[in-house]
């Protein structure tokens, strides 16, 4: 019986997702003590940083086995049409958590039918901004039966 892994995508190769020495506890660490998954994508502008993320986690023989398929992406777009199980989205919350195109990040792989975690804040938008675009991920969640979860890093930790 083959064992179907859960597609997983970061939106973010900073610290919250990949961690550095200063910064040990990352989303991708924990996730890789738990197992059961790939990282089909990385999303992140800054192609540098992905890039160096990306082949720290292959030179690893413990994490090699979760990279092996990853590709580094430039977009979320990109991401959304991979199809991801689950992706996880720690950008600054300057660049989501609003109607606003582009914005609407958690919205868009909601709407497709994709599980969100997103690191908190939510949002830096004004309140009654905030309160349509939460409504409208609120609604999207219940018509797709999809799982967003909001967190803090912390909140995991032993």
């Not at 990352?26 to 940083?49: C, T, Y």
């Not at 991979?82 to 914005?103: C, N, T, W, Y």
């Not at 709407?111 to 009654?128: C, D, N, R, T, Y």
């Not at 609120?138 to 909140?155: D, E, P, W």
Request: proline content about 6%.
């Amino acid at each position: 019986m083959e064992v179907k892994l859960l597609r997983v995508g970061f939106i973010g190769a900073g610290a919250i997702h990949f961690g550095t020495p200063m910064v040990p506890w990352d989303h991708a660490s924990r996730l890789e003590k738990v197992g059961g998954f790939e990282v089909i994508g990385i999303v992140d502008p800054d192609q540098k940083r992905a890039t160096m993320v990306l082949q720290e986690r292959l030179s690893s023989p413990h994490k090699r086995q979760f990279y092996q398929n990853c590709q580094l992406l430039s977009n979320s777009d990109e991401l959304l049409n991979m199809k991801p199980d689950v992706v996880f989205i720690g950008i600054p919350p300057a660049f989501r958590g609003s109607l606003k195109q582009e914005h609407d990040l958690e919205l868009r792989f909601v709407e497709a039918g994709i599980h969100v975690f997103v690191e908190k804040p939510l949002s830096v938008v004004p309140p009654e901004e905030f309160g349509l675009y939460a409504e409208a991920v609120r609604k999207a969640v219940q018509k797709h039966n999809v799982i967003l979860s909001v967190g803090y890093m912390f909140s995991y930790n032993k």
